[in-house]
């Protein structure tokens, strides 16, 4: 058995074809434009990619984005005084700001300082809380991106064993609270396993979905799954550069091999990496409709 791909790049393509219809019509109709500014601090060059990216869809969708870039050194004040102007300015209905920030700066003062009705990210605590509660809320865009390959594929969660891998607060803990939620795609039975976790493969191997974000490449192998597994990798682990001196990447899971028992499978790259971007536009579309009373 060889097992069907799940495809972030068609899905994340279908998603940003309703979105672009979706800002036609706001504008149209209502004429509200969804406005995304993204904030960098100093230049890392991952950063700096991530951020020409969110912009770049933005502006494909038709949503007005603002990039504002900020030397290393800028101070923790200033740039409070910055989410403050955004959180006040009308036509910005989602902020983003790129992390990492600079050691100086407390990344958790700047994101609690968002204003949570335009926290496009889901990482201030009211929408954690939201979410956790099973309210309506910014989702983070990772695991929301991968609500939306489970279902788009049809991926039923619901009385599954899912099994995740890793307990970040961006990924594996956000992810193991929606998939235990009350409701379509959810209704999972869900464990969460991590670094202390006594044994790992036991989890995996009874998994009917396995969802790695763990960072350790080709970590789960074949052996460690059942025949008819689905897997979600988020894993992004760069381990080598090809000749043109593009960065060769791997997953959490050994492919290869895993895919010969899965049912189905994200590659990496191509698999969660382009729903992020995709989910960070439908959370700022979502914002601005909240914004005009029209959700
Ligand atoms: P992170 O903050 O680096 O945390 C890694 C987690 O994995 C930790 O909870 C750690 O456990 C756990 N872990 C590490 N080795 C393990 C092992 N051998 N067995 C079980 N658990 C293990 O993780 P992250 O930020 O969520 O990132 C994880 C991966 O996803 C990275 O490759 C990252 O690049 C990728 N990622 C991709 C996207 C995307 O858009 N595609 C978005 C976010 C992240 P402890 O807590 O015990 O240390």
């Known amino acids: 058995m060889s097992a069907e791909i799940i495809s972030g790049t068609e899905i994340s393509k279908a998603i940003k074809d309703e979105l672009k219809v979706e800002v036609t019509d706001l504008k149209e109709k209502h004429g509200v434009v969804p406005g995304l500014v993204t904030i960098l601090v100093g230049e890392n060059p991952a950063s700096q990619s991530y951020v020409a990216a969110k912009n770049k869809t933005a502006h494909a969708l038709g949503i007005h984005s603002e990039q504002v870039t900020l030397p290393e050194d800028t101070t923790e004040a200033d740039l409070l005084a910055l989410v403050d102007k955004c959180n006040m300015d009308d036509k910005i209905n989602g902020i983003l700001v790129q992390l990492p920030l600079p050691k100086h700066i407390d990344e958790a003062k700047i994101l609690y300082a968002i204003d949570p009705d335009k926290d496009v990210d889901g990482f201030h605590p009211v929408n954690v809380g939201k979410m956790v509660l099973g309210e309506q809320c910014f989702l983070p865009c990772t695991p929301h991106g991968i609500l939306e390959l489970l279902e788009r594929s049809g991926v039923e969660t619901s009385g599954k064993e899912v099994v995740i891998l890793g307990r970040s607060n961006i990924v594996g803990k956000p992810i193991a609270n929606l998939m235990l939620q009350k409701r379509h795609s959810g209704n ?3 464990t969460l396993c991590h670094t ?27 052996d460690q799954v059942k025949d008819g597994v689905v897997i979600i990798d988020v894993g992004v682990n760069r381990i080598g550069k090809s000749k043109n001196g593009k960065a060769i990447l791997a997953g959490d899971v050994d492919f290869d091999s895993v895919r010969e028992k899965a049912a189905k499978i ?22 601005a409709k909240q914004a005009a009373g029209l959700e």
């Open 188 to 190: 999972a039975t869900v």
């Open 196 to 222: 202390r976790t006594k044994d790992t493969d036991f989890h995996t191997r009874r998994a009917d979905i396995i969802i790695a974000a763990v960072g350790v490449p080709n970590l789960v192998k074949a």
């Open 266 to 287: 994200t590659p990496v790259p191509g698999g969660v990496g382009p729903m992020t971007i995709t989910m960070l536009m439908k959370n700022t579309v979502q914002a």
